[in-house]
């Protein structure tokens, strides 16, 4: 059985993107520039953030924290995110999700410019994404990519489960794993809480893939 190191492995990419970064200055380009926007107190989502802020330190990334109160309104965050769209020193930017529960969480993804979406989660990188074209991939799906891509684990011909349908991890990595790709060309199944007959599904799958929340499901259900 081999581990899949994420730890290590996100280790590695970031001094590789340090170097990428390094050569860019060096070439008399600007630096990177991101930003983050965190509306409220969530304890997970600051500390998400918080980490966010200190890898691009790491990778030499300029950063800019946003953090707004609670009790900022709809349209105070779309003023927010339209100063964003436009100023040419930001590349790109992300507001964290959960959201205050009075504001739309679609609508602002929307407000968002597709080019400076570095989460991918407007509905035009995700289109671009489904038709295999270049764009902002999120995170977590791109991020299990690089660890199948890295660790050489085959995809081809093999039968992928995913546990899962959200639309930032369960559908985008079902769509990504049956594409024509280096980590693809997967007969993919998608389970979710409606499945029926889950353990056989993957009893039957070479790969599993669990974007559920729940740790050690597999342990305790099947273990």
């Given at each position: 059985m081999i581990l899949l190191d994420g730890k290590k492995t996100a280790a590695e990419i970031k001094e590789e993107i340090a170097l990428e970064v390094r050569d860019l200055k060096d070439r008399g380009h600007e630096t990177p520039h991101l930003a983050a926007v965190i509306v409220g107190n969530d304890g997970a989502s600051i500390t998400y953030v918080n980490a966010k802020v200190k890898a691009?330190?790491?990778?030499?990334?300029?950063?800019?924290?946003?953090?707004?109160p609670e009790e900022?309104?709809?349209?105070?965050l779309l003023n927010e995110i339209a100063i964003l769209n436009i100023d040419?020193?930001?590349d790109g930017f992300i507001v964290q999700l959960p959201l205050p529960k009075h504001i739309d969480e679609q609508k602002i993804l929307m407000a968002i410019d597709p080019d400076k979406d570095v989460d991918?989660?407007?509905?035009?990188?995700v289109g671009?994404?489904?038709?295999?074209?270049?764009?902002?991939?999120?995170?977590?799906?791109?991020?299990?990519?690089?660890?199948?891509d890295r660790y050489n684990v085959e995809t081809s011909g093999k039968h992928v489960v995913v546990l899962g349908r959200s639309h930032i991890v369960g559908s985008p990595m079902s769509i990504l794993?049956?594409?024509?790709?280096?980590?693809?060309?997967a007969t993919v199944t998608m389970c979710h809480s409606r499945t029926?007959?889950?353990?056989?599904?993957?009893?039957?799958?070479?790969?599993?893939?669990a974007a559920i929340g729940i740790p050690e499901f597999f342990k305790s259900r099947y273990g």
């Open positions: 691009c330190e790491r990778v030499g990334f300029e950063s800019t924290l946003i953090r707004l900022t309104t709809e349209e105070e040419k020193d930001i991918g989660f407007h509905p035009t990188n671009k994404m489904a038709l295999n074209l270049p764009t902002f991939i999120s995170a977590t799906p791109f991020g299990i990519l690089e660890l199948l794993l049956s594409q024509k790709r280096k980590v693809g060309n029926k007959n889950l353990k056989e599904f993957t009893l039957q799958a070479d790969i599993i893939i």
